[in-house]
């Protein structure tokens, strides 16, 4: 059983266009998030969900929106894709927030190719 | 704010050598401390954890200990095997979020 699925593994998709990508977790958490892993391998947190609510919102273009229907998905949608959005895309869930202990598990990673 | 920096790489190792990642963390309040491992093409597992200072994390091998008076938590693994190349990630939660490390490479030769 996968615990974090997100999907598409890779896009590749020319700039200017919108693309969506979608995250599940089926753990029961309450807190997902959205990170960047650039081609450099540094991660950096995007988004963070807890229950539904938007928590963090870090510096990211406003092209991108974060959904969260309900607390098992949290989706990323990415509108006029530009080249610099290239990266590597991770969804995670935690247990909850507020307690530093808690582990983040983490998908397999969406692979975004702007031409 | 919080932040975590970890030695830079790549680090090359022969097998059987012992491994030190070096990881050092900056944090207001009382963190917890994380080592992740990516695999090529996968995503971050947790390897282990420490949550309050003088514990030690520990799996498969590897071990950190949780350091308050030198704001550490150095990942070291006495033999390492060909199967451990990966990119490490040190990281600290202060409870809202994550924060990383930037990574360090380990390739390990027969």
């Known amino acids: 059983d996968t615990a974090v699925s997100q999907t598409p593994k890779y896009l590749v998709t020319q700039m200017g266009n919108d693309k969506s990508i979608k995250c599940e977790q089926n753990?029961?958490?309450?807190?997902m998030y959205w990170y960047k892993q650039d081609s450099k391998k540094f991660l950096k947190i995007m988004f963070s969900?807890?229950?539904?609510?938007?928590?963090i919102n870090e510096t990211v273009p406003n092209r991108f929106s974060p959904k969260s229907p309900d607390k098992a998905h949290l989706n990323l949608h990415i509108n006029s894709l530009e080249l610099g959005d290239s990266a590597v895309y991770f969804c995670a869930s935690s247990l909850r927030q507020g307690y530093s202990g808690n582990t983040i598990y983490f998908g397999e990673g969406s692979w975004l190719t702007v031409v | 704010g919080d932040s975590v920096t970890q030695m830079e790489g790549p680090v090359t190792l022969s097998e059987e050598a012992f491994l030190t990642i070096n990881c050092t963390y900056t944090a207001t309040g009382y963190p917890s401390l994380f080592w992740y491992v990516q695999y090529p093409g996968e995503g971050l597992q947790l390897l282990l954890k420490?949550?309050?200072?003088?514990d030690k994390g520990s799996n498969k091998g590897f071990e950190a200990t949780y350091r308050k008076e030198t704001t550490s938590f150095h990942l070291e693994k006495g033999s390492v095997q060909v199967s451990d190349s990966a990119v490490y990630f040190c990281?600290?939660?202060?409870?809202?979020?994550?924060?990383f490390g930037a990574g360090t490479r380990l390739t390990v030769k027969p």
């Open positions: 753990l029961g958490h309450d807190t």
């Open positions: 420490a949550t309050k200072a003088d």
């Open positions: 969900y807890n229950n539904k609510e938007l928590i």
């Open positions: 990281a600290l939660s202060g409870g809202n979020d994550m924060r």
